[in-house]
């Protein structure tokens, strides 16, 4: 039951409350892994034995410890001398997003695509992030969808259709006609938006509290564009709303200006932060604002221009990402150094890259951050930004039994997650190619 139907319990003494099931009942199963990573102690059990009672981790040991606790009838699962490794959680996702690349992509995709069908493609975008092995998402705003994330959100939950464990920011806020989509002919005034746009601290407060009302886990907020946007306090009227209803608060913030606007007013994280300084690590760090670095998206571009005919604007963007992947570099190791903390997010919003969000774990490990701590990112890391810590982001017992397997060694090797060979849901298989 979620929080909204308990009130609703408490205070009109209606009681909804099902008797819950007894564990005597639930299905046992008993996960044999040649290898298992222990991501809090950053070191491999070897032979390990993973005792799974309904959707829960109820033991994790050596695997002779583990097979002597587990009821007679307990079902199990062999995965070989493949590598298992907690579910992964990408911290920026937009996944209600198919937008078409080039320039004219966003508008198109408002203009051309109705709320149902956004929702079957984020439908479709669920089903193969949780195949590549992302069993739970932080989604940063749907991009013009309305509330469909909140809508499949719940169809995962209700098991209606399948994908990661989500939470959803729905709407975003942004500053009028400081968000896509941009160059609309003024006439088209009911236009749709990527994001609900406000002007002055009570607009944000009301935003707010329309989007929690509708559904939202979190909130995100646009600090800035090319330039800084909401100031300090209407950011920090966001902050205390979303606060006060126990939901975190998302800043995308490239420049130094906006970054600095939105750890000012108490945001929870700084999504990208491609060219943040120095001071605004240092202030971060200080108030332990999470650092969310989006790289792999901008190595695609990269990518995708080469690929290009010769052309001026060819050689500008790519003058212009080189200098950004230098910066968001440079940010990286100083935010290491500093000890900010920091959670994986791959930022796809287009078809070619939906899915592929393990791409994040390569594109961070060469701007220098160590294997295990890309993996941290991406577990440990990020569960504790969502708030989840109890929940996911390790294997442990009393967690959901979420995680994955690879062949090869993610810690000598960070690309074999790429090749997701088996994936656990809350101790449903839903996806297995191992060869066993
Ligand atoms: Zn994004």
């Not at 971060?284 to 969310?292: D, I, N, Q, S």
């Not at 052309?311 to 230098?326: I, P, V």
């Not at 569960?383 to 294997?395: C, F, P, T, Y």
């Amino acid at each position: 039951m979620n929080a909204r139907a308990l009130a609703v319990a408490l205070f009109l003494g209606f009681c909804p409350l099902r008797s819950a099931p007894q564990t005597s009942t639930l299905p046992s199963i008993l996960v044999k892994a040649g290898k298992l990573l222990d991501v809090r102690k950053g070191a491999y059990v070897e032979n390990a034995g993973v005792w799974i009672a309904g959707q829960r981790i109820k033991e994790v040991g050596h695997f002779p410890e583990v097979q002597a606790h587990v009821p007679k009838n307990t079902k199990v699962i062999e995965l070989g001398r493949a590598t298992v490794l907690p579910g992964l959680i990408d911290c920026h996702t937009h996944l209600m997003a198919r937008i078409p690349e080039g320039p004219d992509g966003y508008t198109l995709n408002l203009a051309t695509k109705s709320q149902a069908f956004r929702a079957l493609e984020g439908a479709y975008n669920a089903r193969i992030t949780l195949e590549a092995g992302f069993t739970s998402v932080r989604d940063v705003e749907n991009e013009g969808a309305g509330y469909a994330d909140v809508a499949l959100r719940d169809a995962i939950e209700q098991a209606l259709a399948e994908g990661p464990r989500m939470q959803v920011a729905t709407r975003a806020i942004a500053a009028v006609g400081q968000y896509n989509p941009f160059g609309i002919s003024p006439d088209l005034s009911d236009f749709p938006t990527g994001a609900q746009m406000v002007s002055g601290q009570e607009e944000a407060r009301r935003a707010v509290r329309e989007q929690i009302g509708h559904g939202a886990d979190l909130i995100k907020v646009y600090a800035d564009w090319l330039h800084p946007t909401l100031t300090v306090d209407e950011i920090r009227v966001v902050v205390e709303e979303a606060h006060k209803l126990g939901r975190k608060v998302a800043a995308h913030a490239s420049t130094p200006e906006g970054v600095r606007n939105a750890v000012t007013a108490g945001v929870d994280s700084i999504e990208h932060g491609h060219r943040v300084d120095q001071q605004d690590l240092e202030l971060m760090k200080a108030k332990g604002t999470f650092l969310v670095p989006t790289v792999g998206g901008i190595d695609a571009s990269v990518e995708r221009y080469s690929k290009e005919p010769e052309t001026e604007r060819r050689k500008e963007m790519q003058t212009y990402l080189g200098e950004l992947l230098q910066s968001i570099q440079q940010a990286i190791q100083e935010a290491m150094r500093l000890g900010v903390k920091m959670a994986l997010g791959y930022d796809a919003g287009s078809p070619e890259r939906q899915g592929k969000n393990a791409d994040e774990f390569v594109a961070l490990t060469k701007r220098g951050m160590p294997p295990l701590e890309a993996i941290r990112a991406a577990t440990l890391n990020a569960a504790e930004l969502m708030n989840w810590q109890d929940r996911v982001g390790s294997i442990e017992a009393g967690k959901y039994a979420d995680f994955i397997a690879v062949e090869g060694d993610p810690l000598s090797d960070i690309a074999v997650l790429r090749q997701v060979e088996f994936v656990m849901k809350g101790g449903t298989v839903v996806k297995d190619i191992l060869p066993h």
